[in-house]
């Protein structure tokens, strides 16, 4: 099955910071895949802006060299990229000064889709979005899209979301979690909302609890000055996987639409409890021998910064009151691997007797490596060996299930930029939403620094601290194995 793509309008994209890592590694490649299936047939361009001094053709080269070491997959013909340069073009800008804006106001079209991409660091935003409306180019169809991390605490969330509003409605603001652009993650809806079969079981009578893997393979080198002032819980749990969270655990919208998905995504932020220190496990890797451990990495011995960070979490609500949520994430862990495992309650008697064994339906939503959804279901083993019972997957790989030409594939990127081109938010996280997120997050974090306790150590190429494991033992449950 081929899916049809329907070319969006003529856009401007402008992305600042077009010559930086996060352009070259995911938003070039991406905007080149929407480009080899069609997608910018509309009339669509691209303009990277950024201070390095640079005439169109050497950024054009830098553009290709991205999309030769970045686009990897069949799709695109090697013939196509002389085309997509076409579309390319760049000005040499400085977002704290007055260079190169009266030049891009006249490189935009206002009568196109605006789409100002703020590639850079968070101190420049407001900058960014100060010039933008002083040249000019705030109306129309003018639309802005900031990365993470979107502040650090409550407080400078707020700041930044006032600074943006500024000069830009809310309307007009996409805060990116790529997370959101997973294909995976925008099924838990179809999932969840498209069939009978799930939503009348998906609460606290039937689920016992709900748990989220986010494991990573890789350390902090290259990103050690970053990652030891954020840690696990802000570059992880306080944005991607409360996102998780909020689309497993909210209630249907009454319509699919941005403010009506985000009205109940929040309203799930708002109803977490507060987590206490015996609910949380953090924990920092070893040295493998090969590879330096976290504090080698970032330099400093007394690092309290978590690289691996263990929760239980309690949604106070009638849907979830008695059903925890187990959340785990880590650096340097046994796979890379990302699933969300919703377990069914046991039936409430057997009538196979004690013998048949203790089986469970788990539904698992496997985000990464190879997105996916399973649903392990109890059936007899085969056999003439009386009734005995087994748990089988019922796979709905949806490569297998609708070919591989299929839009499956697309990277979270290309949806999402695609989305803000469209006009349509609700894969982006609103400004309440992200304060939210901080305001239930900031506590944990400042009791355990005013507790003193550090990280506990781990094996590289482990699941995390035993402690971790015992966070669910001690509830009479089990993590999921990290397979690879
Ligand atoms: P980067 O490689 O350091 O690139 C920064 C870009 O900003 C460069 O193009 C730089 O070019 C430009 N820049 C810096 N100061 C500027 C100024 N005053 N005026 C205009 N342009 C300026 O950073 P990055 O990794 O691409 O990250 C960009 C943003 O995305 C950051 O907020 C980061 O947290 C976020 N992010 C990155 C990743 C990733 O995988 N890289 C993932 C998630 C989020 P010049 O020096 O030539 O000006």
Redesign the pocket.
């Known amino acids: 099955m081929v899916s049809r793509v329907i070319p969006v309008e003529p856009f401007d994209l402008i992305i600042?910071?077009?010559?930086?890592?996060?352009?070259r590694?995911?938003i070039l490649p991406a905007l080149f895949r929407r480009f080899c299936d069609g997608q910018m047939e509309g009339g669509g361009r691209i303009i990277g802006?950024?201070?390095?001094e640079l005439d169109g053709d050497a950024y054009r080269q830098f553009v290709q060299e991205a999309i030769v070491e970045f686009v990897t997959d069949q799709r695109c013909e090697p013939a196509a990229i002389a085309k997509f340069l076409k579309t390319v073009s760049y000005v040499t800008?400085?977002?704290?000064g007055d260079t190169g804006w009266n030049a891009l106001a006249g490189m935009t079209d206002p009568s196109h889709v605006r789409a100002f991409y703020f590639?850079?660091?968070?101190s420049?935003f407001g900058?960014l979005a100060e010039r933008l409306r002083d040249y000019g180019m705030g109306g129309g169809e003018a639309r802005i899209v900031v990365?993470?991390?979107f502040g650090r605490d409550q407080q400078t969330a707020e700041e930044l979301n006032a600074t943006l509003a500024r000069h830009f409605d809310e309307s007009q603001i996409y805060r990116i979690d790529?997370y959101l652009g997973k294909e995976t993650v925008q099924n838990l809806m179809a999932i969840r909302f498209g069939n009978m079969l799930f939503e009348p079981l998906w609460n606290s009578q039937y689920i016992d609890h709900i748990q989220f893997t986010v494991a990573e393979t890789v350390g902090v080198a290259g990103r050690e000055e970053?990652y030891d002032r954020a840690g696990a819980m802000r570059d992880m749990v306080q944005n991607h996987m409360m996102q998780l969270l909020c689309l497993i655990a909210m209630e249907p919208p009454a319509k699919f639409d941005p403010d009506a998905v985000r009205d109940e995504k929040l309203k799930v932020i708002r109803a977490l409890d507060h987590v206490t220190p015996d609910d949380i496990v953090r924990g920092q890797y070893l040295d493998d021998g090969d590879r330096p451990g976290y504090l080698e990495t970032v330099g400093d011995a007394k690092s309290n910064t978590e690289s691996f960070v263990a929760l239980k979490a309690h949604i106070s609500n009638w849907r979830w009151a008695g059903t925890p949520f187990y959340l785990r994430t880590g650096k340097r862990l046994r796979a890379r691997t990302s699933e969300i495992a919703v377990v069914f309650k046991d039936a409430p008697h057997s009538i196979f007797g004690a013998e048949a064994g203790r089986h469970r339906n788990i539904l698992t939503i496997v985000l990464q490596p190879n997105e996916g959804i399973e649903l392990g279901v109890t059936i007899k083993e085969p056999g003439p060996g009386g009734m005995r019972l087994v748990d089988v997957p019922l796979d709905m790989s949806f490569a297998e299930a609708l070919g591989p030409d299929t839009q499956f594939a697309a990277d979270a990127y290309e949806r999402l930029i695609m989305d803000v081109i469209r006009g349509n938010q609700t894969l982006f996280m609103r400004g309440d939403e992200v304060e939210a997120a901080w305001a239930w997050t900031d506590p944990i974090i400042k009791e355990w620094l005013e507790g003193g306790a550090t990280p506990l150590p781990y094996d590289s190429g482990s699941s995390g601290p035993t402690e971790a494991l015992a966070l669910m033992h001690r509830d009479g449950r089990r993590w999921r194995e990290i397979r690879k």
């Open positions: 600042f910071g077009g010559t930086g890592d996060l352009a590694r995911k802006a950024a201070r390095t800008l400085d977002a704290r590639s850079v660091g968070p420049l900058d990365e993470k991390p790529h970053y």
